[in-house]
Antibody, heavy 115, light 107 residues
Framework: EVQLVESGGGFVQSGGSLRLSCVAS????????MNWIRQAPGRGLEWVSY????????YYADSVKGRFTISRDNAKNSLYLQMNSLRADDTAVYYC????????WGQGTLVTVSS | DIQMTQSPSSLFASVGDRVTITCRAS??????LNWYQQKPGKAPKLLIY???TLQSGVPSRFSGSGSGTDFTLTISSLQPEDFATYYC?????????FGQGTKLEIK
């Protein structure tokens, strides 16, 4: 079964840092581009970041550029999101998703940033 | 960035109704348009990709159409399990963007 499982969410103060992880199983992780997508409470979906299969190409939404860094470890079937200088408006459930179109999605991990 | 505008934001309908949700892009997307369904407390699920291709397991009452900048998701006969929020998403640019969502509720 193809599966993505996120972890690393939690409560952090404004200005703090957090690192999210996403572990993949059931498919050849190194063959797929990956993405992070977030959803603030009661709001819609916002794409956050993309990484190529090798990890050499990354893209970011303007809202996180310069603060967030996406990376991957193909040997560990893992995707990461390093989040620095966190702000209250970064509070959201963060999903990892495979490929484009996005399928499947993980179950999400909640990040709460207190101001 | 490509802006995506969905309408309506919310929609009340009954079981058996035919429902259409529209999505407009700020530039032409070709066939790079996808639709997702999200139920409360759950991760979104891919419904339709590349404008009109149903993801495996998606019932045939769902269909996607459109061209250029204007796209539609149609549910031919609403079932109780279809009440959810639907999002369009463009994959023409790798700076991916979603519509704001359409919440489909029971009348």
């Amino acid at each position: 079964e193809v599966q993505l499982v996120e972890s690393g969410g939690g409560f952090v103060q404004s200005g703090g840092s957090l690192r999210l992880s996403c572990v993949a199983s059931g498919f050849t992780f190194s063959n797929y581009e990956m993405n992070w997508i977030r959803q603030a409470p009661g709001r819609g979906l916002e794409w956050v970041s993309y990484i190529s299969t090798s990890g050499s190409i990354m893209y970011y939404a303007d809202s996180v550029k310069g603060r967030f860094t996406i990376s991957r470890d193909n040997a560990k079937n893992s995707l990461y999101l390093q989040m620095n200088s966190l702000r209250a408006d970064d509070t959201a459930v963060y999903y990892c998703a495979r490929g484009s179109p996005f399928d499947p999605w993980g179950q999400g991990t909640l990040v709460t940033v207190s101001s | 960035d490509i802006q995506m505008t969905q309408s309506p934001s919310s929609l009340f309908a009954s079981v058996g109704d035919r429902v259409t949700i529209t999505c407009r892009a700020s530039q032409s997307l070709g066939s790079y348009l996808n639709w997702y369904q999200q139920k409360p407390g759950k991760a979104p699920k891919l419904l339709i990709y590349a404008l009109s291709t149903l993801q495996s397991g998606v019932p045939s009452r769902f269909s996607g159409s459109g061209s250029g900048t204007d796209f539609t998701l149609t549910i031919s006969s609403l079932q109780p399990e279809d009440f959810a929020t639907y999002y369009c998403q463009q994959s023409y640019s790798t700076l991916y963007t979603f519509g704001q969502g359409t919440k489909l509720e029971i009348k």
